[in-house]
């Protein structure tokens, strides 16, 4: 997936030299309580490997680094990954626990969610969650996306949510309109 920006956000590709900073997010119980299990080093480091077969040149997809574009710091991952069954491409984000309530959720949606339309002939993108996740519920309907229903994966029920589009372009429209 190639890089991107927000207005405070710099979204890359992982490197090696980032290990560290997986680690400590995939070893996070609070940061992984909607996600997956937590995962010890061994297992963080074969996860982050697994994670560089994504970046084929020409594939817009890949579990991305963020980091806060004024210190460089680590802050959270964003992606955008196939799934198979109904859901096809979706969209994902989490932060370090230190970063959540700070907005930068809704700046990866948004942002996020034009590059994957900008870079695809896809109609749709969709987006998990848990159904106790109420906050990236929130986040998600505020940009646009729809809760279509349920989803199950690993035999475990998640609401399923959804943008086309033409929802996401008419919403953008209607959001940068002058009144």
């Not at 077969?53 to 020409?58: A, C, H, S």
């Not at 991952?77 to 907005?103: N, P, V």
């Not at 969610?113 to 896809?122: I, V």
Request: proline content about 3%; overall charge negative.
């Amino acid at each position: 997936m190639d890089p991107f920006e927000t207005d405070r956000l710099l979204v890359r590709q992982f490197t090696p030299e980032d290990a560290d900073d997986f680690y400590l997010f995939n070893s996070s119980e609070p940061v992984m309580r909607y996600i997956r299990p937590t995962k010890n080093r061994v297992e963080s480091d074969a996860f982050l490997e697994e994670n560089f077969n994504l970046y084929l040149d020409g594939f817009p997809y890949g579990r991305m680094f963020v980091a806060d574009k004024t210190t460089g710091k680590f802050v959270g991952t964003f992606s955008i990954l196939y799934l198979d069954g109904e859901a096809d491409y979706h969209i994902g984000y989490a932060f370090m626990q230190e970063y959540w309530g700070k907005g930068y959720a809704s700046e990866l949606v948004k942002m996020g969610t034009q590059k994957h339309f900008e870079r695809t002939n896809h109609s749709h993108l969709f987006a998990i969650t848990q159904p106790l996740n109420i906050a990236s519920e929130r986040v998600l309907l505020k940009n646009g996306f729809i809760l279509k229903g349920d989803f199950i994966l690993n035999n475990e029920s998640k609401n399923l949510f959804v943008i086309a589009r033409d929802g996401f372009q008419s919403n953008q429209t209607f959001m940068n309109k002058q009144f």
